[in-house]
């Protein structure tokens, strides 16, 4: 191995030495001595004009249970001749024990679940259905992962009738990419136009409730997710995941369990709800005892408020507020 070199959502790719009988029984001419050794998705494989050796129905039953197939092939150097394929063999991701009730209970809170995964498309639905996701995008590349996101955060408002717009109108999107969908992912990187056209024509379309705008939030721990984190309302990335995300996202699970993402959500409407709780208290406390400070009694009273009361009284407008909030010391996470 003379060099490598590590491709984001394509796989591994290094330099090697052939000597001349191994490129003859190859067949390739004997003066070629360099090839290129690729590692990594069959669709990139098939990029790189090597032609997969593994039977269809191997292919098939592999994307039918969930894993994503891959390759070892040569490619000469120059490229006088077709790459050969050395050996196929298909990988599984590991399912988190908690992810499916996670899902379950993000959906009972009235939250979209959407999957953005760069594998084959029968692979990432195989998957989505052991989670219980019905909203699919598979065959993204790590750099079109932020484009997704993005697209996700226009879909804006929804529509009672069926969705006829592209992902640019203020439409909301509910979309499945569907199990016969091939991995038409494009030679180039990033591509929005291409993602739009993508979505639009392989997508199932319908409306769903009324809401006035989409707020997206990413969950990810590798480094291919760091600028979906990024694009993201809220980028959350996972404990246990890459320093690149950690350093992404401003949100971080500490803990490498899922059920923490359920925390954060709980907490975050816990804070926010004390938030909005304490506004409307210290505002209508204000209202109330400043014209009384300022004397707004005396004509019916003949007397106003001591100076001392009137100074207590703003003070105690500060503590109920200061009180009110150290009481979220008391929160107790839900329990799962």
Not at 8 to 22: I, Y
Request: hydrophobic share 50%; charged share 20%; aromatic share 4%.
């Amino acid at each position: 191995l003379l060099e490598h070199v590590e491709l984001p959502g394509r796989g591994m790719q290094g330099t090697v030495a052939v000597p001349s009988e191994a490129a003859l029984a190859l067949g390739w001419p004997a003066a070629v001595s360099r090839a290129r050794l690729l590692v990594g998705k069959d669709a990139w494989i098939k990029a790189e004009g090597c032609r997969m050796t593994a039977p269809a129905e191997t292919q098939i039953r592999w994307a039918d249970s969930g894993f994503t197939s891959a390759a070892v092939a040569l490619v000469p150097e120059p490229a006088t001749a077709a790459g050969c394929v050395l050996l196929a063999f298909a990988l599984a991701d590991q399912v988190r024990p908690e992810a499916r009730d996670v899902v379950s209970r993000l959906r009972k809170r009235g939250i979209e679940v959407w999957m953005i995964s760069g594998d084959h498309p029968a692979a990432a639905n195989a998957i989505a259905r052991q989670l219980g996701i019905d909203h699919v995008m598979a065959g993204v590349l790590p750099e079109q992962k932020s484009e997704m996101v993005r697209i996700l955060q226009q879909r804006g408002r929804s529509q009672p009738a069926a969705y006829r717009g592209t992902p640019d109108s203020d439409d909301t999107v509910v979309a499945t990419l569907p199990k016969s969908a091939a991995a038409d992912t494009p030679s180039t990187k990033s591509n929005p136009g291409w993602l739009r056209r993508q979505l639009a024509a392989v997508c199932r379309l319908r409306a769903t409730r009324h809401r006035p705008f989409a707020r997206v939030a990413m969950v990810g721990d590798g480094v291919n997710d760091a600028p979906a984190l990024a694009q993201a309302d809220v980028g959350i990335a996972v404990g246990s995941g890459t320093a690149a995300a950690m350093e992404t996202a401003p949100a971080l699970l500490m803990r490498s369990s899922l059920h923490s993402l359920l925390t954060f959500l709980d907490v975050s409407r816990v804070v926010f709800r004390r938030i909005k709780l304490n506004f409307v208290w210290a505002s209508m406390y204000n209202v109330v005892c400043i014209p009384i400070a300022a004397g707004i009694l005396y004509p019916a009273a003949d007397r106003g408020l001591p100076p001392v009361v009137a100074g207590l009284l703003m003070i105690a407008s500060s503590l109920t507020v200061m009180v009110s909030s150290l009481s979220l010391k008391l929160y107790r996470e839900p329990k799962c």
